[in-house]
Nanobody, 127 residues
């Protein structure tokens, strides 16, 4: 599955952005989909994911630093996963990547468990 990430940009602290991860060819609902980010000089960090259809109702997971501020969701009609980011902080500045893997896995925070990646979109939080 090919993934296209978009929606990044420059925003002031406290602002919001919505990232999109659009898939082609295959229904993204079959894929567990996650968002990762990588800041300069740092390792790639898992931040959120949403489960795939094989385990029933969709569930969402977040790393502690974004809980209550970020929300991941699916629009199956548009074959897209979104990451709504609110109350953005300068430390959220990074390149954001979406990633997908066919079917759910409990070790969803590991980047190596995702076979499909988008190209990354830059998010800069600065005044």
């Amino acid at each position: 599955v090919q993934l296209q990430a978009s929606g990044g940009g420059l925003v002031q602290p406290g602002g919001s952005l919505r990232l999109s991860c659009a898939a082609s060819v295959i229904p993204l609902a079959y894929y567990a989909t996650g968002w990762f980010r990588q800041a300069p000089g740092k390792e790639r960090e898992w931040i959120s994911c949403i489960t795939s259809s094989d385990i029933g109702d969709f569930k969402t997971y977040y790393t502690d630093s974004v809980k209550g501020r970020f929300a991941i969701s699916r629009d199956n009609a548009k074959n897209t996963v979104y990451l709504q980011m609110n109350s953005l902080k300068p430390e959220d500045t990074a390149v954001y990547y979406c990633a997908a893997r066919l079917h759910w896995i409990v070790t969803y925070t590991y980047a190596t468990n995702y076979a499909n990646w988008g190209q990354g979109t830059q998010v800069t939080v600065s005044s």
